[in-house]
């Protein structure tokens, strides 16, 4: 294990309030013309805001049920609640912002598979690793209205660990050949949204003392996912913005599988 002072060296100099592995799992708030991604953990939670464009939605290719379940969880329907404990807080002790991959590497003596492809106008900006839930995010600098994230997680036995798209989203199985092996992978547009309107500032917790929030699946949304496992580990490469209009910019299906195939 390293010690406090390495990992002291290794951080970046501003930790972020935001830890990406969570965003796939909670839904974003919707309003008349933007999308805003939150984590709903406090009334307080960080806003980050994205225009997203309509996307048409690829066609869906059948594919094994038991792939299926494992890298995507279907929702009964198209809308369901989130719960969330209000008085939860990322762990200062456990999740760390790091101004590099070696640096990452070489303080908790991982390895962490990386794109070794570069796209212009995308770079590696900062890297993310939770040590207490085994997951890691690098989040890209990105062109204007757009994002990519790379994460990494340790497979575990919670169901939850697994992201939650909607009941009639389509899947798209695609595979994806790196220099360790030919791997299965799902590629899914989408993503879970409330209406702004509709949030209370003050929410009341139900008798668990966990807050609950309505949230709708939207297919058309400008979030784009690829997802596979390999080794023990779950990775996702997620491209926001853009509709492929600009290629110079957009990153789209094609985008995300090269992006995966060259992670290493």
Same mark, same amino acid.
């Given at each position: 294990?390293?010690?406090?002072?390495?990992?002291?060296?290794? $951080? !970046?100099?501003? +930790?972020?309030?935001? =830890?990406? #592995?969570?965003?796939?799992?909670?839904?974003?708030? *919707?309003?008349? @013309?933007?999308?805003?991604?939150?984590?709903?953990?406090?009334?307080?939670?960080?806003?980050?805001?994205?225009?997203?464009?309509? $996307? !048409?939605?690829? +066609?869906?290719?059948? =594919?094994? #049920?038991?792939?299926?379940?494992?890298?995507?969880? *279907?929702?009964? @329907?198209?809308?369901?609640?989130?719960?969330?404990?209000?008085?939860?807080?990322?762990?200062?002790?456990?999740?760390?912002?790091?101004?590099?991959?070696?640096?990452?590497?070489?303080?908790?003596?991982?390895?962490?598979?990386?794109?070794?492809?570069?796209?212009?106008?995308?770079?590696?900006?900062?890297?993310?690793?939770?040590?207490?839930?085994?997951?890691?995010?690098?989040?890209?600098?990105?062109?204007?209205?757009?994002?990519?994230?790379?994460?990494?997680?340790?497979?575990?036995?919670?169901?939850?660990?697994?992201?939650?798209?909607?009941?009639?989203?389509?899947?798209?199985?695609?595979?994806?050949?790196?220099?360790?092996?030919?791997?299965?992978?799902?590629?899914?547009?989408?993503?879970?949204?409330?209406?702004?309107?509709?949030?209370?500032?003050?929410?009341?917790?139900?008798?668990?003392?966990?807050?609950?929030?309505?949230?709708?699946?939207?297919?058309?949304?400008?979030?784009?996912?690829?997802?596979?496992?390999?080794?023990?580990?779950?990775?996702?490469?997620?491209?926001?913005?853009?509709?492929?209009?600009?290629?110079?910019?957009?990153?789209?299906?094609?985008?995300?599988?090269?992006?995966?195939?060259?992670?290493?």
């Amino acid at each position: 294990m390293p010690t406090e002072e390495q990992i002291v060296q290794a $951080l !970046a100099a501003e +930790p972020s309030p935001e =830890f990406y #592995q969570r965003m796939a799992k909670m839904p974003w708030k *919707r309003s008349t @013309s933007t999308w805003v991604a939150k984590r709903l953990m406090t009334a307080a939670a960080v806003f980050a805001a994205l225009t997203l464009t309509v $996307l !048409a939605v690829p +066609p869906l290719r059948m =594919f094994a #049920q038991e792939i299926i379940d494992t890298l995507f969880r *279907r929702a009964e @329907s198209n809308t369901t609640t989130f719960e969330y404990d209000p008085a939860a807080t990322d762990s200062p002790q456990a999740a760390f912002q790091f101004n590099g991959i070696e640096a990452a590497e070489a303080a908790f003596g991982i390895d962490m598979l990386a794109p070794t492809l570069e796209i212009e106008g995308y770079q590696i900006g900062q890297v993310y690793f939770d040590a207490d839930e085994q997951t890691y995010t690098l989040e890209y600098t990105a062109p204007p209205g757009r994002g990519l994230l790379i994460m990494g997680s340790a497979v575990s036995d919670d169901p939850n660990d697994v992201p939650l798209i909607g009941a009639d989203a389509p899947i798209t199985p695609v595979e994806i050949t790196t220099p360790r092996g030919v791997f299965a992978a799902q590629y899914v547009i989408g993503l879970w949204a409330v209406d702004a309107a509709a949030v209370d500032i003050r929410p009341t917790p139900n008798a668990e003392g966990l807050i609950e929030q309505e949230a709708e699946w939207i297919p058309d949304a400008s979030l784009r996912r690829l997802r596979w496992q390999e080794a023990g580990w779950f990775y996702e490469v997620i491209a926001m913005g853009g509709s492929g209009d600009l290629p110079d910019r957009d990153l789209m299906q094609d985008d995300l599988i090269a992006l995966a195939e060259s992670m290493g």
